[in-house]
């Protein structure tokens, strides 16, 4: 699934196409599903017209800011895409929604398996209010992941993918970052030492920067905004490689399913 890297690349590739000043002259939905706020005859009526102000991003969702002082908000769960078309380009598969641009151009939400989410809000935070602090905000300190972590029981990864605890991180970044910090995936938080607290902020960091430095990750499914694949699958350095030697030490990297998501880790390095 995206997570913070994929959907802050795709943030970016709104930004650099100029899409950000344009207006929305129709939005069409294939799919009414996709709309989880309002009903979808009103969703595409009241999105009709408006221009895009600015684009955020919070922890995994997409904020577009519109000239009514709406939000559209899309979250693209597991297999979700936003794409920009020309004119002339062809048919998408999986289309659910379509935003036809006053330049002719269309963003095109596109979801094989039709988990991704769209919402028309007054206020943003009534989606991503209940979020914990973005994984790379200027809020989420050393100091701030310390006290969050100190009151928890929980094992580490599950509560690193928690986007209530800290927002952006998935499956694939949150197993990253713990190998980079050396701790194990199953560690109770309130036993994670002053030390390696701040070894994990920092290694949480660099992870996520070296992804977006690479574009994401894709396996099958992340595109970025033009449809082309990231580039980091090849800077991962447990997730998915079970039985491949550590970058470190050697030993086999194994997997245990935790909560239901593979989990990959280093015995050695993460003992
Ligand atoms: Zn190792």
């Known amino acids: 699934m995206p997570e913070l890297p994929e959907v802050e690349t795709i943030r970016g590739d709104i930004l650099g196409a100029g899409v950000v000043g344009r207006g929305i002259k129709e939005a069409q939905l294939l799919w009414a599903g996709a709309v989880r706020e309002p009903e979808p005859r009103e969703f ?6 408006r221009t895009i102000r600015a684009v955020a991003r919070r922890g995994k969702y997409l904020i577009f800011h519109l000239d009514s002082g709406e939000s559209l908000i899309v979250h693209l769960k597991m297999t979700g895409a936003l794409l920009l078309r020309g004119p002339a380009f062809g048919p998408e598969p999986y289309l659910r929604a379509l935003f036809l641009l006053d330049d002719g151009r269309e963003l095109r939400f ?36 310390a006290v969050r972590l100190g009151s928890r029981r929980a094992p580490l990864k599950p509560l690193l993918m928690d ?3 800290v927002s952006g991180l998935g499956n694939i970044y949150a197993d990253e970052a713990l190998f980079l910090a050396g701790i194990h995936p199953l ?81 050695r390095c993460q003992g």
């Open 187 to 267: 560690r109770p938080a309130h036993q994670v030492s002053p030390t390696e607290v701040a070894t994990l902020h920092q290694a949480i960091g660099q992870v996520l920067h070296q992804a977006m430095a690479n574009r994401g990750t894709s396996f099958s499914d992340y595109r970025d905004l033009s449809g082309e694949p990231g580039n980091n699958v090849g800077e991962l350095r447990v997730y998915r490689r079970r039985g491949q030697p550590c970058f470190r030490c050697q030993t086999p990297i194994e997997r245990m399913a935790l909560r239901g998501r593979g989990t990959y880790f280093c015995p």
């Open 163 to 165: 986007q209530e605890f």
């Open 44 to 49: 595409c009526r009241r999105l009709a017209g």
């Open 110 to 145: 596109a979801d094989a398996r039709k988990l991704g989410r769209l919402w028309l809000v007054d206020d943003a935070q009534k989606v991503v209010g209940k979020l914990g602090p973005d994984a790379l905000a200027a809020d989420f300190t050393p100091q701030v992941l």
